[in-house]
């Protein structure tokens, strides 16, 4: 894997002005809009951010750390480019489950490995009866259906006819994929 292959994200949570968030100050405010597009590729990112900021790298990390404790920013991680890495059959699994289980059931599809996205949406009846969604990539459509395919019986092994039915969208091309950007 190469630099052109990952990035580094900063997924910001809530906005400050969202009723009952916390409010951030401005060298927060500093840090995540130098960070939200991702970090340096280098041994020592943080510095580089510091030294953008005029601050030291010591202050980047203290302050990332308290935004990450309360809420501030949801996660820090590598973003590979699952094109480049070879995964280029990406399909959205739609599934219409049973209201009554459908908590559990987006948890349980949600802890497999396979799964990068797994959401929870309304229907759209009669055209549109599916409230489960869960992204799986493979290296092929073939590989991405097994995998939809191992979501359906664990669907219907832990949930046994609560799934009604479910479909696969695939995913033609990247169009824009970039987490939440605050402005400046």
């Known amino acids: 894997m190469n630099a052109s292959d990952l990035s580094i994200l900063i997924a910001a949570g809530t906005e400050a002005t969202a009723p009952g968030a916390l409010a951030t100050d401005e060298l927060d405010r500093r840090i995540v809009l130098a960070t939200q597009g991702g970090l340096p590729l280098a041994p ?18 203290a ?49 497999l490995a396979f799964v990068t996205h797994c959401y929870r949406r309304p229907r759209h009846l009669p055209d549109w009866p599916y409230n489960l969604f869960a992204m799986v990539h493979a290296a092929s459509r073939e ?24 479909d696969v969208l695939f995913s033609a091309g990247i169009l824009k994929k970039t987490g939440l950007r605050i402005g400046a």
């Open 63 to 111: 302050r990332l750390t308290a935004m990450l404790a309360d809420g501030r920013i949801r996660r820090i991680g590598a973003v590979p480019n699952h094109y480049a890495i070879g995964y280029t059959a990406n399909g959205m699994s739609v599934w219409d489950v049973d209201d009554a289980v459908i908590d559990a059931a987006g948890e349980r599809v949600g802890a």
């Open 44 to 61: 020592r990112p943080y510095a580089l951010v510091a030294a953008r900021l005029g601050i030291n790298e010591d202050q980047v990390r």
């Open 143 to 166: 590989a991405a259906l097994a995998r939809v395919g191992e979501i359906a019986a664990l669907l219907e092994r832990d949930f046994g006819g609560a799934c009604r039915g479910h």
